[in-house]
């Protein structure tokens, strides 16, 4: 029991921390949305400018987008088959799910969630058919993304599980050369800030057959040729000892998520994943909608437009840089943890932004651990220059005030 999971200990151990959280105004909040990642509350008419958006390149406001969201919903008349895609499904899907595989090159099939892709992934690769017949050791980084760590029960049935500590490439490459298949399990970019170490772990792929299971949920659509993510990029192109699932719902501006199984036309592993993957065989995948605005997603990001998204998103992260120093200072990456420690602290802090106009909303236990509380900040393309220097300056400015707080007891 709880060799891998234990939600009761958990749960009461962020209890306070989500109480607090809450009596601060902070959770829960009913908006309206201004676009470019803007909002009002609907309680009191006080607007903010979101400053943890997964909307990296603000495509979730994009209006070509939305457009094509409406219009393909409206053309099919439906938002779903309502029947197992086994059996049939809308031109759309087949549309949306070509667009996809040509864009990134891949052999890419969509789902309803990129925790759906998890939940249809794991257990493909432990079962062993990715790798001739032999269940991998499946390799968890301890930092890997939730709906990752949550399938551990399941994977465990099939293969043997271990996990290591973040990024600990020597630990990595021991397994790999005490066991004939290892399968390693990670994101791409993490949550709470920082990276995959690609070329590392590309050696070991190069040197022992290593198997990669990566999330890009934060990667596709930020960074890389065609917004192909750290993984593609650094890899030039997908091989057949690797497997990334996505979300289709934060950079790219659409909704779902999506398995990249392999090379573009590996028709086995698209086989074998809808004929035993559970929820690709259920009703749910993305709607009529979500599809629309995938495929003008997809169109924008074959174009000069992406690159332009993504430079702007590049200068506003160095002008953050510029102003407020974190662990992550430097990465070219969208995320930045800004750390206090203490839980009351920071919550404190987080209320003070709001007030002022921010949402910086606390992350704590279990995201992080106790007493290393912070917040988690995203940097987008559509934030002005002006949004970003008030928001550094205030935080700076509330942040020299943090120890008095803590001391009051706050
Ligand atoms: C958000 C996130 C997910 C879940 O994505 P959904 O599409 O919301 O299910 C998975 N992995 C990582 C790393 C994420 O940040």
Same mark, same amino acid.
């Given at each position: ?7 009761? /200990?958990?749960?009461?151990?962020? &209890? ?51 457009? =094509? ?38 052999? =890419? ?7 759906? =892709? ?33 399938? /551990? ?23 790999? /050369? ?17 990276? =995959? ?36 990029? &650094? ?66 990001? &074959? ?11 590049? &200068? ?95």
């Amino acid at each position: 029991m709880h060799q891998f999971l234990n939600i009761k /200990k958990s749960t009461r151990i962020s &209890a306070d921390f989500w109480n607090v959280t809450r009596d601060a105004g902070l959770f829960d909040l009913v908006v309206a949305g201004l676009g470019d990642g803007r909002h009002r509350v609907l309680a009191d008419g006080h607007e903010f400018v979101n400053m943890a958006s997964y909307s990296y390149l603000g495509l979730d406001t994009h209006p070509r987008l939305v457009q =094509a969201a409406a219009e393909a919903l409206l053309s099919e008349g439906s938002l779903n088959t309502s029947s197992s895609r086994r059996t049939m499904r809308f031109g759309v899907l087949r549309d949306a799910e070509i667009a996809l595989s040509e864009l990134f090159d891949v052999e =890419a099939v969509t789902v309803n969630s990129c925790a759906t =892709a998890a939940w249809t992934s794991l257990p493909l690769v432990a079962s062993g058919l990715f790798t001739d017949d032999v269940p991998p050791l499946m390799v968890f980084d301890k930092s890997a993304h939730f709906c990752l760590n949550a399938m /551990k029960p399941n994977v465990a049935d099939e293969a043997e599980i271990t996990t290591i500590p973040h990024n600990d490439i020597d630990a990595l490459e021991d397994l790999c /050369k005490r066991h004939r298949q290892v399968a390693y399990v990670g994101d791409g970019v993490y949550s709470i800030g920082g990276q =995959a170490p690609m070329p590392e772990l590309l050696r070991l792929q190069e040197k022992y057959g290593l198997f990669l299971l990566l999330d890009e949920a934060h990667g596709i659509s930020t960074v890389g040729q065609r917004g192909r993510g750290v993984v593609l990029e &650094a890899m030039g192109g997908i091989n057949d000892r690797t497997l990334i699932i996505t979300s289709l719902n934060k950079g790219f501006g659409a909704s779902g998520g999506a398995i990249f199984l392999g090379r573009r036309g590996s028709q086995m592993r698209f086989d074998t994943a809808l004929r035993s993957a559970g929820p690709l065989m259920w009703s749910q995948r993305i709607n009529t909608a979500g599809l629309g605005a995938l495929l003008a997603s997809a169109e924008l990001h &074959a174009s000069a437009e992406l690159t332009e998204l993504q430079d702007r998103l590049q &200068a506003n992260i160095a002008l953050f840089d510029s102003l407020v120093e974190t662990p992550e200072r430097g990465d070219g990456l969208p995320i930045r943890f800004v750390q206090v420690g203490s839980e009351e602290a920071t919550v404190a802090l987080s209320q003070d932004l709001l007030r002022a106009g921010f949402s910086a909303p606390p992350v704590f236990f279990p995201i992080v651990g106790r007493g290393r509380a912070g917040l988690r900040l995203m940097l987008r393309a559509n934030m002005t220059a002006v949004e970003i220097k008030e928001f550094c300056e205030l935080l700076t400015t509330l942040r020299r005030r943090e120890p008095a707080a803590a001391d009051a007891g706050v």
